[in-house]
Nanobody, 121 residues
Framework: QVQLVESGGGLVQAGGSLSLSCAAS????????MGWYRQAPGNQRELVAT???????RYVDSVKGRFTISRDNAKITVHLQMNSLKPEDPAVYYC???????????????WGQGTQVTVSS
């Protein structure tokens, strides 16, 4: 089985910064796209940022210029650097990874457990 373990969530003041990390482990043959999603109370989970295996990135408009997604393919890890945090940013952030798993060589999407990001005034 594949596990994604997230870390780095917490409480920050508005305008501050926070870094999230997500490490994948398990029977992974290869990793394709990785990304970050977030879900605020009462809302649907929304895409925040994604990165392909080649390093191409895409962001939701609301975080462009403030958030940066990056990955370390050797460690099967994805990061989200969040700067200039705003009141609308607090949510539970989930990482995802599209992986080819062993031994079936099937493509699956896995999710982290979620990490809370809280922005204080």
């Amino acid at each position: 089985q594949v596990q994604l373990v997230e870390s780095g969530g917490g409480l920050v003041q508005a305008g501050g910064s926070l870094s999230l990390s997500c490490a994948a482990s398990g029977s992974i043959f290869s990793t394709n796209a990785m990304g970050w999603y977030r879900q605020a109370p009462g809302n649907q989970r929304e895409l925040v940022a994604t990165t392909t295996s080649g390093g191409s990135t895409r962001y939701v408009d609301s975080v462009k210029g403030r958030f940066t997604i990056s990955r370390d393919n050797a460690k099967i890890t994805v990061h989200l650097q969040m700067n200039s945090l705003k009141p609308e940013d607090p949510a539970v952030y989930y990482c995802s990874a599209d992986v080819v798993v062993l031994p079936t060589m099937s493509s699956e999407r896995y999710w982290g457990q979620g990490t809370q990001v809280t922005v204080s005034s």
